[in-house]
């Protein structure tokens, strides 16, 4: 794209002026380089919303960690106790079979 001439600027009028400027303002808003006023407090809008649920949806994440943390960690303390348990069952019978035999 070559930039026109001046002379060639000057012959274009005033017409061909708001012509080319009402053209590269439909591009802008076409690949949205321009938003207007009310779509743009839309899109705010949404975006806050969005960011809110998220925050929401996060804090509950949270809450459900912890219980699932705290959850495992009764379980694996439970779980350790009883293998304890059952090996010393096991131990306490190798003995006996062994004191028997």
């Known amino acids: 794209m ?7 600027l000057s ?3 005033v017409v061909g002026l ?14 949205e380089w321009v ?9 705010v809008r949404l975006l806050e919303q969005a960011r809110d649920h998220s925050q929401a949806r996060e804090a509950e994440d949270a809450k459900t960690i912890q ?3 705290q959850t495992v960690a009764r379980f694996t303390v439970t779980g350790e106790a009883s293998v304890h348990g059952i090996e010393t069952i096991n131990q306490l019978a190798d003995k006996d079979r062994q004191g028997s035999s």
């Open 2 to 8: 070559t930039i026109p001439s001046p002379a060639t």
């Open 11 to 13: 012959d274009m009028g």
């Open 18 to 31: 708001v012509v080319l400027i009402f053209f590269l303002l439909l591009l802008a808003l076409k690949n």
């Open 35 to 43: 938003v207007f006023g009310p779509a743009h407090r839309t899109i």
């Open 67 to 69: 219980s699932l943390t």
